[in-house]
Nanobody, 123 residues
Framework: QVQLVESRGGSVQAGGSLRLSCVASGYTASTTCMGWFRQAPGKERKGVAA??????YYADSVKGRFTISQDNAENAVYLQMNSLEPEDTANYYC??????????????????WGQGTQVTVSS
């Protein structure tokens, strides 16, 4: 059974940093497309970042501020968030595509999802 377990988010002031983690089980993260998505209250879910065999992809809104990475030994994916802004406030979700599917981008369909974790950035 595939499970994606996310770390707890947190609350920071604008300009601060947070690091989210996502540990996968029943799934090999290093050989699959993994991504981070976020959803603000009343808004649609949007892709933030994705990674596949070391190649990374970012939404324009977070380029230069967020970094997605993998730790293959821990079967985990991380999202380092720097220079946080109030607009980054959202529930953040780790996600993965089915291993049999080719391609990795924020526009592809993701099939496995973490439980979500809240990130709040105050001004």
């Amino acid at each position: 059974q595939v499970q994606l377990v996310e770390s707890r988010g947190g609350s920071v002031q604008a300009g601060g940093s947070l690091r989210l983690s996502c540990v996968a089980s029943g799934y090999t993260a290093s050989t699959t497309c993994m991504g981070w998505f976020r959803q603000a209250p009343g808004k649609e879910r949007k892709g933030v970042a994705a990674i596949y065999f070391g190649s990374t992809y970012y939404a324009d809104s977070v380029k230069g501020r967020f970094t997605i990475s993998q730790d293959n030994a821990e079967n985990a994916v991380y999202l380092q968030m720097n220079s946080l802004e109030p607009e980054d406030t959202a529930n953040y979700y780790c996600a993965a595509r089915r291993r049999s599917l080719a391609g990795c981008s924020l526009e592809n369909t993701y099939h496995y999802w973490g439980q979500g974790t809240q990130v709040t950035v105050s001004s």
